[in-house]
């Protein structure tokens, strides 16, 4: 039977295992590149010491050798070929100036160093080196921001403006009486008082607090989101809400506040931030997230017993389902509705099954930790308070494998199509809105077939089926995310600027019709800011896990397609769950028209329509309101270069195709101009035949 492979090896996880609130990873320091200018060689010797190409693409080398010689030794923005070879030296030297153009796109040019090893006919072995330099092009323009007052023009720097201030405290309304539950003392002191008793019962320390009236109160606390809990828990309470600023109206962009989860790990879940979250869960403050979706995530199962998963899962009996028959699946008992994702001997940690249902459904605030330091907290998932829940269907062994048959068996199951497994049919009580596939193969389309029809049938029953497009770092197609029907989910991550990048391991092909934040596959990017135990966090994505050592929960961070599947299906589940949407084809035309185009204009290999934005595809408010620059190639690689006073900038980038996007950033994610939002876009070519191009002025509108 032909297997896909789950977990391992090709869904990357590299791995970060932190059991409760510990860490047990380091982060490799690395020392940036320096780049020293050639330094004067006398002339002589086989080999050239020196190369300028200036402005051109590429230059031969070619001088009289009588031995061997190979290139030992080049930087990545340089190509050799030849590299090796007899007698002659002869190569032509090409640049991929992309490669080697800094973020800032700030070096009029660049160096780099060749090594070569020669072996002479008498076997002596020297080296030699040549210092190649390239000389730039160049972009230049102005990004700016024209607003009309009284019929005059004005031009406003591009400085961010402040976002709206927080909430100033607490009002808290206490009732009348509670029938047999206060004391005839708690009725007659005043509400400051009884704010202060009530949160110093909950552990919850009061910076100040004054009453209004007898029964309203004015607090001020460190802690908002702990004191509101405790105050909304107290049977004394009528209520107890945000002391909300309001501010003066005039005509403009009106702000929302942005709401971020004050769970413990939440400031290292960045792809969140970067899809417009805070903005999104604000929204769902209005209530209109209340229409119920399933999510069936086919998987190595799930830890029923991780509290921050508690109450977010269809349960044994409600409908989850180990589909695995073989006496070797990890836990011996054959199909039955219990999908744990169990402990076999050698395993240590690592639930990718968890992982995966962990960035859906995953509780917000308070959990109640079963184990000695655990986090009391953890993390947070996209669903927040929308009723969407993940139903469990094991389907990838214990060593992280899956066959062809079942996961056939499991789509046909989530997507409500009685299913026949060793002889007993089962029926599936809460048929899955959407289902979730992060595992595959470089199997042929040919041994795929089995999978593309039963993608087809949950497709006809009316199920979004998103699938990994795996992490084989090539142009492969993956099954079953290239099957017909599916929608295929690359992964990009974090570069530093005003545009996420391309996941080098993120396979690349006609079938990718989506990307997500699936994270880096480098220890050394930590673009996210944020902080583990005092050391900056990877560009990895933090989700729940479990220790198989300890036998108890923890949180991992993990890399890949994987990753990225997830936050499609869990936008997906929102987009049912607030009604913009109400079927399959809908929600993926919804996700496909809202998603930010990155990379070459318009659909392509590496990012599919673009990455999925929540803010948009769901009609967030707007939680900022900064105007900046965004500069991609066509190939995804990212750049910024920085705005002046006026908004003006120059770039020193490679030859290629450029976009050049001056807009406004409404979702507080630092991309600016998505497809929401306030845009002026140029495309541009530069090259030996383009040394220079002035794009003019952006103006976003």
């Known amino acids: ?22 860490e047990n990873y380091t982060t490799p320091v690395v020392d940036p590149p320096v780049v020293q200018p050639p330094a004067p060689q006398p002339p002589g010797g086989p080999v050239p010491t020196t190369l300028n190409l200036g402005h051109a693409v590429s230059a031969p080398v070619h001088t009289a050798y009588s031995g061997s010689w ?21 190569f032509a030297v090409a640049a991929d100036r992309s490669k080697g153009t800094p973020l800032a796109a700030d070096q009029a040019r660049l160096t780099g160093t060749i090594t070569l090893e020669l072996t002479a006919e008498n076997k002596t072995r020297t080296t030699a080196t040549i210092t190649v330099s390239a000389d730039q092009y160049r972009l230049n323009g102005r990004v700016v921001d024209t607003a009309k007052i009284s019929g005059q023009a004005l031009v406003v720097s591009p400085v961010n403006r402040p976002a709206p201030a927080e909430a100033r405290g607490i009002l808290v309304k206490y009732r009348d009486h509670v029938a047999g539950e206060l ?29 209004l009236s007898g029964r309203l109160a004015s607090l001020k606390v460190r802690d908002q989101g702990a004191a509101l809990r405790a105050l909304r828990q107290s049977p004394e309470v ?63 199962g799930v830890r029923f017993d991780h ?34 994702d169990p402990s076999v001997s050698g395993r240590s940690t690592g639930s990718h099954g968890t992982h995966v249902t962990g960035i859906i459904v995953a509780r917000w605030g308070e959990n109640s930790g079963n184990c000695a330091g655990c986090s009391g907290s953890g993390v947070a998932g996209a669903s927040y308070r929308a009723p969407v829940k993940v139903l469990p269907i094991r389907a990838i062994d214990a060593t992280g494998d899956a066959s062809v048959e079942d996961i056939v068996q499991s789509l046909n199951y989530a997507a409500g199509i009685p299913t026949l497994i060793e002889g007993t049919t089962y029926t599936n009580p809460r048929r899955a809105q959407v289902i979730n596939l992060s ?36 142009t492969t197609p ?26 080098s391991y993120s396979n690349a092909y006609p079938e990718v019709q989506l990307t997500a934040p699936g994270g880096t596959d480098q220890f050394s990017d930590v ?65 496909t028209t809202t998603a930010t185009d990155l990379g070459a204009q318009g659909r392509d290999d590496l990012f599919g329509f673009g990455m999925v934005n929540a803010a948009a595809a769901l009609g967030a408010p707007a939680i900022s309101d900064t105007l900046g620059l965004r500069l991609q190639d066509a190939r995804g690689f990212v750049f910024q270069p920085k705005l002046d006073s006026l908004g003006r900038f120059e770039a020193y980038l490679g030859n290629g195709t450029f976009r050049v996007v001056g807009g406004r950033d409404r979702d507080r994610n630092q991309i600016y101009g998505e497809s929401h939002e306030p845009r002026d876009e140029r495309t541009v070519k530069l090259g030996p035949d383009a040394l220079q191009v002035n794009v003019g002025s952006l103006e976003p509108k």
């Not at 004391?183 to 019962?201: E, G, I, K, P």
């Open 527 to 591: 673009f996210n800011g944020g902080l583990l135990n005092n050391k900056a966090f990877p560009d990895m994505v933090f989700s729940t896990g479990w220790d198989y050592v300890k036998n108890e929960p923890q949180y991992e961070a993990m890399s890949g397609t994987s990753q990225a599947t997830p936050q499609v299906s869990a936008l997906a589940a929102l987009l049912l769950s607030k009604g913009v949407t109400s079927d399959a084809a809908g929600t993926l035309a919804r996700l």
């Open 238 to 300: 009528e209520y107890a809400v945000p002391n909300a600023v309001l501010r003066v109206q005039q005509t403009g962009q009106s702000l929302a506040t942005p709401l971020e989860p004050t769970d413990q790990y939440a400031p290292l879940q960045w792809p969140f931030k970067l899809m417009g979250y805070p903005a999104v869960w604000r929204d769902m403050e209005s209530g209109a997230y209340n229409r119920a979706v399933t999510v069936a995530v086919v998987d190595s």
């Open 183 to 211: 004391t005839a003392q708690s009725a007659v002191m005043s509400a400051a008082v009884r704010s202060r008793d009530v949160l110093t019962r909950a552990g919850v320390p009061v910076q100040s607090a004054r009453s």
């Open 307 to 340: 509290p921050d998963l508690a109450g977010q899962l269809w349960k044994p009996g409600e409908g989850a389902l180990d589909v695995l028959s073989e006496a070797d699946n990890g836990d011996g008992d054959g199909v039955d509705t219990d999908p744990t």
């Open 478 to 503: 993956y099954y079953p995310a290239a099957c017909p029907g599916a929608v295929a989910v690359g992964s990009v991550t974090l570069s530093g600027g005003s545009a996420p990048r391309h996941a």
């Open 70 to 90: 190979q290139v030992i030794g080049q930087p990545e923005w340089l190509a050799v070929t030849p590299s090796a070879g007899t007698g002659e030296i002869k």
């Open 1 to 22: 039977m032909k297997k896909l492979s789950g977990s391992w090896p090709w869904v990357l996880t590299l791995p970060l295992l932190l059991a409760a609130c510990t």
């Open 439 to 474: 595992l595959g193969g470089a199997i042929t389309a040919d041994e795929a077939r089995p999978l593309c029809e039963a993608v087809k049938a949950a497709t006809s029953a009316g199920s979004l089926v998103f699938v990994a497009a795996g992490n084989a770092y090539g």
